[in-house]
């Protein structure tokens, strides 16, 4: 099976989509690579190469370049979407979510249930999530949560490149509006990808590893960090149970409540900030579906409520670390933990 | 120099790039005749035993128990009793692994995917060996070429071996042929013989593969038949095997239902769920699958009806999916062969005994 980068996934998502279905459009800022200047055509295929070689395959008019304006990107894409096309709209970094949080969810999120659930919004948002790249406070967020918080929007969070591109063709199929958002620390990672299509469903949580002794939810780029700590935690005889839900929105409540009911034990790892993030809602979850089974207070491991630092040293104090997410699995184990 | 014999980590299949010495069975000393069980190799996929390829003494272990090394590193040292020590040394100091793979064109069991289009189809099958005969091996619902990695590790010495995807399945077309009844695939997979001059084949099929095998056997020439668990008119197929494996959506599901292929369930490891689970969520497969289901039903539904040609029929004793049926039912034309310890898939769970007896009928046939 050929090894691919999480950044070829998508784009063998995209291309296999625009091949299937010439109702898949892709609209963003230089995803096609610098219309309307004097550079060369697909030069970049967006910021990070993800849509590299589209607009020669598949044209000008389904690749579309935009203005930097994220409002008119969302509106023009929720309006195509709901005269059935299928766009895939970038919004480049998340982090300028502000600027069309109208299109996204005041409308595109409310189309289907303002018409009675006679209309369809077949409509995909890309966007790059997460810290570690040093990008500073207003290019680093990760805001998943508020996506997840609003009705009508399913949000997909792949954790490698085998997820990326069958949760991404499952998106493009979809016909409500998912948000579809990429880490941006995940593009060179490497995994087993097939050169075919093929559709992963929404819902279905991932067992990274099996045990009976600890479940750790994690998220997005966070899922490697809880990896490796399994991995030696196992070569201590804990045997570590990490759930990867790929989707938090729907979120699949069963198979971390199932786990919890064998192991008594819940450690959440994500990357988004602490208040009203996925790790309080899936201790919430725990807390009032799963108390019975608890044998030790869940252990929450995210940032600190604090913008995400520009300075490297401070970035990484930010991120949840592998040693903070070892000491949390210590901690619900009943293990003493030596100070940070 | 002495004449000493080194027994290397096997490559079993194309996916197969390092393995895990399980246990030894035997010890420093032991006298190995051929055929001897040396040792249970561990592979991403499924536990192997290895047995010796010809006779001698186990004159050293190199490999420790629980060790995991790459295709073709050297685990033990096979020649003369009393062979000098020092010897021994020098052949293990002086000995290269060679990855299987990289070997030049032409080694006998260097195996290697191609593709093949029949009928507009793409159909893919791996390859090995040279032997002027060839062996076509057919899996069964919802398998694939791999199936076979440890038959064809061993026929390949001495045969060519050929182990097509069946449409829907693998790396070929997920689209079945024409309306995707018995007849279509055994069409196509002639007209896969006949595209790649086969010429008059060695036929080996599993389960669902036994049925297309004996409706080919029925239409053109073949040198010998071998059914392993084939689907037959008549038979007592599991059903709710069929539906389940069909539906399963999730892995504990999935590996739930592929437990029951087996007679020891440990034998089914959490790669081959995945690797099962990732192949039903290609596009197509979903459909292909309903679709070989039915056939698979109807199959089943019918009158038994004497074999097309004469036949070894290979089951294992604990097949839960297709159980052995009784010799009177089979028919006389079916030699009945049952393989204890093993399942629906004695090709993989006794592979050694199952290449001993498609060699024999290979071998009886001429």
Same mark, same amino acid.
Request: negative net charge; proline residues 5%; hydrophobic residues 45%.
């Given at each position: 099976m050929p090894r691919k980068t999480y950044r070829q996934a998508i784009n063998e998502a995209l291309d296999c989509e625009m091949a299937r279905d010439e109702n898949v459009i892709v609209i963003g800022?230089?995803?096609?690579?610098?219309?309307?200047?004097?550079g060369e055509d697909?030069? /970049?295929?967006g910021v990070l190469g993800v849509t590299k070689g589209l607009v020669g395959k598949y044209g000008r008019a389904r690749v579309i370049d935009t203005p930097i304006t994220e409002s008119a990107i969302m509106g023009a894409a929720a309006g195509a979407a709901s005269t059935g096309l299928r766009p895939v709209a970038?919004?480049?970094?998340?982090?300028?979510l502000g600027v069309c949080f109208d299109q996204i969810f005041n409308q595109a999120a409310k189309f289907r249930y303002m018409f009675g659930g006679k209309a369809r919004t077949p409509l995909v948002i890309r966007s790059m999530i997460g810290a570690g790249?040093?990008?500073?406070a207003q290019h680093s967020q990760a805001l998943h949560p508020i996506f997840t918080h609003i009705p009508g929007l399913k949000v997909v969070m792949p954790s490698n490149a085998y997820d990326a591109k069958g949760l991404l063709i499952q998106a493009i199929r979809d016909d409500d509006p998912v948000i579809f958002l990429e880490h941006?620390?995940? /593009?060179?990672t490497q995994a087993e990808v097939p050169d075919e299509a093929y559709a992963i469903p929404f819902g279905e949580a991932e067992f990274v590893t099996e045990g009976d002794d600890v479940t750790i939810v994690a998220f997005s780029a966070m899922v490697a960090r809880a990896k490796a700590v399994a991995e030696d935690m196992e070569k201590e005889g804990i045997e570590v149970e990490l759930?990867?839900?790929? !989707? !938090?929105?729907?979120?699949?409540e069963e198979a971390i409540l199932e786990s919890v009911e064998r192991t008594g034990r819940l450690v959440v790892v994500d990357e988004?900030?602490?208040?009203?993030g996925m790790a309080a809602d899936i201790a919430a979850l725990v807390a009032s579906k799963g108390f019975a089974h608890l044998k030790a207070p869940v252990a929450m491991v995210t940032p600190p409520h !604090?913008?995400?630092?520009?300075a490297p040293n401070l970035e990484a104090a930010y991120l949840p670390s592998n040693e903070r997410i070892a000491a949390a699995v210590r901690s619900v184990l009943g293990e003493t933990v030596p100070a940070e | 120099m002495a004449d000493l014999t080194a027994l290397t980590m096997p490559k079993w299949g194309?996916?197969?790039e390092e393995g895990t010495?399980?246990?030894?069975?035997l010890a420093e000393g032991d006298a190995v005749s051929e055929g001897a069980e040396i040792a249970d190799i561990e592979t991403s996929k499924l536990l192997n035993t290895l047995e010796a390829r010809s006779p001698g003494?186990?004159?050293?272990?190199v490999a420790q128990e629980g060790e995991t090394l790459p295709c073709g590193a050297l685990i033990a040292v096979l020649g003369e009793?009393?062979?000098?020590a020092e010897a021994v040394e020098a052949f293990i100091a002086s000995f290269e692994a060679v990855e299987p793979d990289a070997t030049?064109?032409?080694?006998?069991?260097?195996p290697a995917f191609r593709t093949a289009e029949v009928d507009g189809m793409t159909l893919r099958y791996a390859e090995a060996g040279t032997g002027a005969e060839t062996v076509l091996l057919l899996h069964g619902f919802?398998?694939?070429?791999?199936?076979?990695m440890f038959v064809t590790d061993d026929l390949a010495s001495d045969y060519r071996t050929v182990a097509l995807d069946l449409?829907?399945?693998?790396?070929?077309?997920k689209d079945l042929p024409g309306s995707g009844d018995l007849d279509d695939i055994a069409g196509l997979v002639r007209g896969f013989i006949e595209a790649g001059a086969l010429g008059a084949v060695h036929l080996v099929g599993h389960s669902f593969g036994g049925a297309v095998a004996e409706r080919i056997a029925g239409a053109c020439e073949v040198r010998s038949l071998t059914l392993i668990a084939p689907l037959l008119p008549g038979c007592a197929l599991n059903r709710a095997y069929i539906a389940d494996f069909t539906e399963a959506k999730r892995k504990r599901e999935l590996r739930e239902v592929l437990t029951r292929?087996?007679?020891?369930?440990?034998?089914?490891s959490r790669d081959m769920v995945e690797d099962v689970l990732r192949y039903k969520r290609l596009d197509g497969v979903a459909a292909a699958l309903e679709q070989l289901g039915k056939v698979a039903g109807q199959i089943a539904n019918e009158t038994p009806r004497p074999l097309a040609l004469p036949a070894l029929a290979i089951w294992g004793?604990?097949?839960?999916?297709i159980p052995p049926p009784g010799t009177d039912t089979l028919g006389e034309r079916a030699e009945r062969h049952l393989v204890a310890g093993?399942?629906?898939l004695p090709h993989l769970e006794a592979a050694a005994e199952t290449a001993r007896l498609i060699r024999r009928n290979i071998a009886g046939s001429a």
């Amino acid at each position: 099976m050929p090894r691919k980068t999480y950044r070829q996934a998508i784009n063998e998502a995209l291309d296999c989509e625009m091949a299937r279905d010439e109702n898949v459009i892709v609209i963003g800022e230089d995803v096609a690579g610098g219309a309307g200047g004097s550079g060369e055509d697909d030069a /970049y295929g967006g910021v990070l190469g993800v849509t590299k070689g589209l607009v020669g395959k598949y044209g000008r008019a389904r690749v579309i370049d935009t203005p930097i304006t994220e409002s008119a990107i969302m509106g023009a894409a929720a309006g195509a979407a709901s005269t059935g096309l299928r766009p895939v709209a970038e919004l480049m970094f998340v982090d300028f979510l502000g600027v069309c949080f109208d299109q996204i969810f005041n409308q595109a999120a409310k189309f289907r249930y303002m018409f009675g659930g006679k209309a369809r919004t077949p409509l995909v948002i890309r966007s790059m999530i997460g810290a570690g790249m040093s990008a500073a406070a207003q290019h680093s967020q990760a805001l998943h949560p508020i996506f997840t918080h609003i009705p009508g929007l399913k949000v997909v969070m792949p954790s490698n490149a085998y997820d990326a591109k069958g949760l991404l063709i499952q998106a493009i199929r979809d016909d409500d509006p998912v948000i579809f958002l990429e880490h941006k620390a995940l /593009y060179d990672t490497q995994a087993e990808v097939p050169d075919e299509a093929y559709a992963i469903p929404f819902g279905e949580a991932e067992f990274v590893t099996e045990g009976d002794d600890v479940t750790i939810v994690a998220f997005s780029a966070m899922v490697a960090r809880a990896k490796a700590v399994a991995e030696d935690m196992e070569k201590e005889g804990i045997e570590v149970e990490l759930i990867d839900p790929r !989707t !938090t929105s729907p979120l699949d409540e069963e198979a971390i409540l199932e786990s919890v009911e064998r192991t008594g034990r819940l450690v959440v790892v994500d990357e988004g900030s602490p208040r009203c993030g996925m790790a309080a809602d899936i201790a919430a979850l725990v807390a009032s579906k799963g108390f019975a089974h608890l044998k030790a207070p869940v252990a929450m491991v995210t940032p600190p409520h !604090t913008p995400v630092p520009f300075a490297p040293n401070l970035e990484a104090a930010y991120l949840p670390s592998n040693e903070r997410i070892a000491a949390a699995v210590r901690s619900v184990l009943g293990e003493t933990v030596p100070a940070e | 120099m002495a004449d000493l014999t080194a027994l290397t980590m096997p490559k079993w299949g194309l996916s197969m790039e390092e393995g895990t010495l399980a246990s030894w069975h035997l010890a420093e000393g032991d006298a190995v005749s051929e055929g001897a069980e040396i040792a249970d190799i561990e592979t991403s996929k499924l536990l192997n035993t290895l047995e010796a390829r010809s006779p001698g003494t186990l004159l050293r272990l190199v490999a420790q128990e629980g060790e995991t090394l790459p295709c073709g590193a050297l685990i033990a040292v096979l020649g003369e009793a009393g062979t000098d020590a020092e010897a021994v040394e020098a052949f293990i100091a002086s000995f290269e692994a060679v990855e299987p793979d990289a070997t030049e064109a032409g080694e006998a069991s260097a195996p290697a995917f191609r593709t093949a289009e029949v009928d507009g189809m793409t159909l893919r099958y791996a390859e090995a060996g040279t032997g002027a005969e060839t062996v076509l091996l057919l899996h069964g619902f919802g398998g694939d070429s791999g199936n076979w990695m440890f038959v064809t590790d061993d026929l390949a010495s001495d045969y060519r071996t050929v182990a097509l995807d069946l449409p829907g399945h693998g790396g070929s077309d997920k689209d079945l042929p024409g309306s995707g009844d018995l007849d279509d695939i055994a069409g196509l997979v002639r007209g896969f013989i006949e595209a790649g001059a086969l010429g008059a084949v060695h036929l080996v099929g599993h389960s669902f593969g036994g049925a297309v095998a004996e409706r080919i056997a029925g239409a053109c020439e073949v040198r010998s038949l071998t059914l392993i668990a084939p689907l037959l008119p008549g038979c007592a197929l599991n059903r709710a095997y069929i539906a389940d494996f069909t539906e399963a959506k999730r892995k504990r599901e999935l590996r739930e239902v592929l437990t029951r292929l087996v007679a020891d369930a440990d034998a089914i490891s959490r790669d081959m769920v995945e690797d099962v689970l990732r192949y039903k969520r290609l596009d197509g497969v979903a459909a292909a699958l309903e679709q070989l289901g039915k056939v698979a039903g109807q199959i089943a539904n019918e009158t038994p009806r004497p074999l097309a040609l004469p036949a070894l029929a290979i089951w294992g004793e604990a097949d839960r999916i297709i159980p052995p049926p009784g010799t009177d039912t089979l028919g006389e034309r079916a030699e009945r062969h049952l393989v204890a310890g093993a399942g629906h898939l004695p090709h993989l769970e006794a592979a050694a005994e199952t290449a001993r007896l498609i060699r024999r009928n290979i071998a009886g046939s001429a």
